[in-house]
């Protein structure tokens, strides 16, 4: 049943402390809650029921101001336990019994590889104890940890070590007292034999903070980097935002089985190890960016999450799309600006962008949810954050900072909305947010179509802008929204010429505008300009949005080699490339290919000559965009005819760019000992695009599988290696299945460097590759029970290889159903999340469609399916 945003009403009852003792067994477990609860409802008209959340859980005892209830004094059903007309003000003693052990599902209490482990984000609290499992219900919690001191010597909880003693039975105890009131979904504790990295760091105002990361046992030289990235995320967070830490203690913990990337409970931060762990032998550079990333993610949560916390769930975006926005200026401070925002948009276009035209688009803010599981998406975190970032662009950034500035005056220690945030941006400015606030509510990515024309004259540049938001479920009409587009026009020479608005005075002209779109359709006048030679539109990705604008080749490529604004480079020839990738996809369709435009292979080629670009950015605007990209902007996909013609225009790039290609695999060549940062990362990327690109033109011929067979051999780092074997297994041949052995077996004892292995067999464009899939669900590496393995070999396939997942046969979702099915009773958390590419089956042929249609039939026709897979299953059939 859905849950709606408009239904919410402020809790009846408030729990002021929380005092848990754990008595940790991996089969049985004891948790004894004692609960400070008083009333927060006006009482005149009588008590209301007091309503705990629980589930899976077994109740032991229940007492009242010390008074044990009997059968007849409470209720106990499958969603919690009532008990009727309670005092104002009282205690409850809950005493429940777990089983972590059994927890397949990884959400409350459960058992990874001997370590105890928590994931209460969003509801998983109430299965360790009966409560109000709900974010605006703040607490104080006390955390005592009993177990065996040898199997589980570390015990840890939220906040401040109160105390740690041995008793008897060779047993330990420690208790851990959190100051700060926290939401249940904070909370958190880990027993287990870890090691340790430890480190400190001095805050701006004086507070030395001792600084854990807990891995497995001979995992700590792992830990190096992603201390260091602590270090500058806490350091950044002061100078940008002027936010501290807040207690004497930081811990992190790594664990193998995570349903996510990793979670932000206060002081405690637990993360699936892929997001910690990283040498060069084991780590890719995309790895060590993700480490980057995701840490000072949940750092900046802190603030933005901890102290102030959503006061319902349909809130999530508050604090995931502000935190993205800030981890992702945290990134882009550490490394190249324009290629983070390159990349932040490739995934945009990839995962929300098809979202938001899809069965399962919803605004930033839903308005009703069946499971809040399914609803950590790319629309709440990236779109979200997108919308925090236009905020910025809108505000300018001194503008933001004030605004965020008053939020944390305002609200700390506080459960808000959406709402307050955006009150506080325009009352620190002293503007109005209100058209802007759309985007909180409108689902739909919206769609601008641009016309320019010039004037010659009056000297004048009209530029008119159309907006048009497409329909989405539950919402069929969209009222304009207000879009900041951050444009300029380039004279002959690729210099900006200067910009000033009709009825604007002569000191606001300035080389490039930010313009405030907000009518259906508008018509900006520039005057005082000279002719330009080409229209530069979105810089920087200002919003959101798919454009419409009818470009030539030569002005694209002449955007390519000018524009002032790197993305826009870039963007222009992604368009470019995409006009020609359609253009032959339709050829192919009917037979009849054409020649590329060789003003975009020139375009290439300069790129690959212009020396003064940083190689991160050079290896962006030289790679073509992914199938995926192409795939949404065709009106009915053909996954073969897009494979073709990328594989097509790869090979002519090649062929004419040959001398160049090899020239830069030569030159980019890793002079000394590997380092992660990002200049010598974006020289490797470079390399490794233009190797792809050689072993692309000649895949046929004999020598391209021995050549990347010995790129693989001689690589002394992951990014190297992956990039050789990524190339390799698409070729069917000895040599591929020799690198593959030889992977396992270098690697075979480390298990997220085998994830790799999975998932590069899973991407393979070989066409027996679901066999090898299929295959590979038995190999001994596999386990359906572990997060990570089943998006390495079952996600990469479904999601990460359209050419063979789309099979004209049905094979592809045919495993997909029954995957889903098998995955289900074990972790429905992480079936419901696979499951997204079945929903797209309105963009395929009708024999295709039939056969998706077909195994979304078959997953909701299951008996006891989840509601994790049962909503995303039946909104994706409606
Ligand atoms: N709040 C976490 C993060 O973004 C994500 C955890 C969500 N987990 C879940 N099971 N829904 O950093
Ligand atoms: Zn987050």
């Known amino acids: 049943t859905a849950i709606h945003r408009q239904d919410y009403t402020p809790p009846d009852y408030r729990i002021e402390t929380v005092d848990l003792e754990f008595d940790l067994e991996p089969s049985s477990t004891r948790v004894k809650a004692r609960l400070a609860i008083t009333a927060a409802h006006d009482r005149s008209g009588g008590a209301r029921p007091l309503v705990l959340h629980g589930d899976a859980l077994e109740l032991v005892s229940v007492a009242l101001d010390g008074r044990v209830l009997g059968a007849g004094d409470y209720r106990l059903d499958d969603k919690g336990l009532t008990i009727a007309a309670p005092p104002p003000a009282f205690t409850l003693d809950i005493e429940t019994r777990i089983d972590p052990a059994a927890n397949t599902q990884l959400s409350g209490l459960y058992v990874s590889s001997n370590v105890f482990c928590t994931q209460c984000e969003?509801?998983?609290?109430?299965?360790?104890?009966?409560?109000?499992?709900?974010?605006?219900?703040?607490?104080?919690?006390?955390?005592?940890?009993?177990?065996?001191?040898?199997?589980?010597?570390?015990?840890?909880?939220?906040?401040?070590?109160?105390?740690?003693?041995?008793?008897?039975?060779?047993?330990?105890?420690?208790?851990?007292?959190?100051?700060?009131?926290?939401?249940?979904?904070?909370?958190?504790?880990?027993?287990?034999?870890?090691?340790?990295?430890?480190?400190?760091?001095?805050?701006?105002?004086?507070?030395?903070?001792?600084?854990?990361?807990?891995?497995?046992?001979?995992?700590?030289?792992?830990?190096?980097?992603?201390?260091?990235?602590?270090?500058?995320?806490?350091?950044?967070?002061?100078?940008?935002?002027?936010?501290?830490?807040?207690?004497?203690?930081?811990?992190?913990?790594?664990?193998?089985?995570f349903n996510m990337g990793a979670m932000e409970n206060k002081s405690l931060n637990v993360f699936n190890d892929k997001y910690i762990l990283a040498d060069p032998e084991i780590a890719t550079d995309a790895d060590y960016a993700g480490i980057e990333t995701v840490v000072a993610h949940e750092y900046f949560h802190n603030w933005t999450g901890d102290r102030i916390t959503c006061r319902d769930w349909f809130q999530l975006s508050l604090k995931e799309g502000l935190t993205v926005f800030r981890d992702r200026e945290f990134s882009s401070d550490m490394r190249s600006r324009p290629v983070k925002r390159i990349q932040d948009v490739r995934s945009l276009r990839a995962r929300q962008f098809p979202e938001d035209a899809g069965p399962l688009a919803h605004p930033v803010r839903p308005d009703s949810y069946i499971e809040i599981n399914n609803f950590y998406t790319a629309t709440i975190y990236d779109k979200g954050a997108e919308v925090i970032g236009m905020m910025q662009a809108i505000l300018g950034q001194d503008g933001f900072r004030k605004g965020m500035d008053l939020y944390v005056q305002r609200h700390d220690g506080q459960a808000v909305t959406c709402d307050d945030f955006a009150a506080a941006m325009a009352d620190a400015n002293g503007v109005d947010l209100g058209q802007f606030k759309r985007w909180y509510s409108q689902a739909g990515t919206p769609?601008?179509?641009?016309?320019?024309?010039?004037?010659?004259?009056?000297?004048?540049?009209?530029?008119?802008?159309?907006?048009?938001?497409?329909?989405?479920?539950?919402?069929?009409?969209?009222?304009?929204?207000?879009?900041?587009?951050?444009?300029?026009?380039?004279?002959?020479?690729?210099?900006?010429?200067?910009?000033?608005?009709?009825?604007?005075?002569?000191?606001?002209?300035?080389?490039?505008?930010?313009?405030?779109?907000?009518?259906?359709?508008?018509?900006?006048?520039?005057?005082?300009?000279?002719?330009?030679?080409?229209?530069?539109?979105?810089?920087?990705?200002?919003?959101?949005?798919?454009?419409?604008?009818?470009?030539?080749?030569?002005?694209?490529?002449?955007?390519?080699?000018?524009?002032?604004?790197?993305?826009?480079?870039?963007?222009?020839?992604?368009?470019?490339?995409?006009?020609?990738?359609?253009?032959?996809?339709?050829?192919?369709?009917?037979?009849?290919?054409?020649?590329?435009?060789?003003?975009?292979?020139?375009?290439?080629?300069?790129?690959?000559?212009?020396?003064?670009?940083?190689?991160?950015?050079?290896?962006?605007?030289?790679?073509?965009?992914?199938?995926?990209?192409?795939?949404?902007?065709?009106?009915?996909?053909?996954?073969?005819?897009?494979?073709?013609?990328?594989?097509?225009?790869?090979?002519?790039?090649?062929?004419?760019?040959?001398?160049?290609?090899?020239?830069?695999?030569?030159?980019?060549?890793?002079?000394?000992?590997?380092?992660?940062?990002?200049?010598?990362?974006?020289?490797?990327?470079?390399?490794?695009?233009?190797?792809?690109?050689?072993?692309?033109?000649?895949?046929?011929?004999?020598?391209?599988?021995?050549?990347?067979?010995?790129?693989?051999?001689?690589?002394?780092?992951?990014?190297?290696?992956?990039?050789?074997?990524?190339?390799?297994?698409?070729?069917?041949?000895?040599?591929?299945?020799?690198?593959?052995?030889?992977?396992?077996?270098?690697?075979?004892?480390?298990?997220?460097?085998?994830?790799?292995?999975?998932?590069l067999q899973a991407l393979s464009a070989l066409p027996d590759t679901l066999a090898r899939v299929t295959a590979l669900l038995g190999h001994p590496a596999f386990a359906l029970e572990k997060p990570n393995k089943v998006r390495a070999l079952i996600g990469s396939f479904t999601a990460g290889n359209p050419l063979r997942y789309h099979a004209a046969d049905g094979s592809g979702y045919a495993f997909h159903a029954d995957r889903t099915l098998a995955l289900d009773p074990i972790n429905p958390q992480v079936a419901a999340r696979l499951l997204a590419p079945l929903g797209r089956w309105q963009r395929f042929d009708a024999g295709r469609q039939a056969k998706m249609k077909a195994a979304l039939a078959r997953i909701l026709a299951a008996p006891k399916l989840s509601p994790d897979v049962y909503e995303i299953a039946s909104k994706s059939l409606a």
């Open 447 to 759: 769609e601008l179509a641009i016309e320019g024309s010039y004037d010659t004259r009056a000297g004048a540049y009209e530029m008119t802008v159309t907006q048009r938001c497409p329909p989405t479920p539950g919402q069929p009409d969209k009222a304009p929204m207000h879009i900041p587009l951050a444009m300029g026009l380039l004279d002959a020479q690729g210099q900006d010429i200067r910009l000033r608005l009709d009825g604007e005075t002569a000191d606001a002209a300035a080389p490039g505008r930010v313009l405030a779109v907000t009518a259906p359709r508008q018509t900006f006048r520039f005057v005082n300009v000279p002719q330009p030679k080409a229209l530069s539109v979105n810089r920087g990705f200002s919003a959101p949005v798919n454009v419409t604008l009818a470009q030539g080749g030569a002005e694209r490529a002449f955007l390519m080699a000018h524009d002032s604004d790197a993305f826009a480079r870039w963007e222009a020839g992604q368009q470019f490339a995409t006009d020609l990738l359609l253009r032959r996809a339709g050829e192919i369709q009917r037979g009849a290919p054409t020649p590329f435009d060789p003003a975009f292979v020139e375009a290439v080629g300069q790129i690959l000559r212009d020396e003064s670009l940083e190689p991160a950015f050079a290896a962006e605007a030289i790679a073509l965009p992914g199938e995926d990209y192409i795939a949404e902007r065709m009106d009915i996909v053909d996954v073969e005819a897009i494979h073709s013609a990328r594989e097509a225009l790869r090979q002519a790039i090649a062929t004419s760019l040959r001398a160049d290609l090899e020239r830069i695999v030569a030159a980019n060549a890793s002079p000394g000992p590997y380092t992660p940062d990002a200049a010598a990362a974006g020289r490797r990327a470079l390399r490794n695009v233009a190797l792809g690109y050689l072993a692309a033109s000649a895949a046929e011929a004999p020598g391209t599988a021995d050549r990347l067979l010995a790129a693989y051999r001689a690589a002394d780092n992951m990014t190297d290696r992956m990039a050789a074997l990524r190339l390799l297994v698409d070729l069917d041949g000895p040599q591929r299945q020799a690198a593959l052995d030889d992977f396992h077996d270098r690697f075979r004892d480390d298990a997220l460097v085998i994830d790799k292995w999975l998932a």
């Open 122 to 257: 969003a509801e998983g609290f109430r299965r360790i104890t009966y409560f109000l499992d709900r974010p605006d219900v703040m607490a104080t919690y006390r955390t005592t940890i009993r177990a065996d001191r040898a199997a589980y010597p570390v015990l840890l909880s939220n906040g401040n070590l109160v105390e740690q003693r041995q008793v008897e039975g060779g047993r330990h105890v420690a208790v851990w007292h959190d100051p700060f009131p926290k939401p249940s979904y904070l909370f958190a504790l880990v027993a287990g034999d870890l090691a340790c990295n430890e480190d400190r760091f001095t805050t701006r105002s004086g507070r030395d903070v001792t600084l854990r990361i807990f891995v497995e046992h001979g995992k700590q030289a792992r830990t190096g980097y992603a201390m260091d990235c602590l270090k500058r995320a806490m350091r950044w967070d002061e100078e940008r935002f002027g936010l501290e830490y807040d207690l004497d203690l930081f811990n992190i913990v790594a664990v193998s089985d």
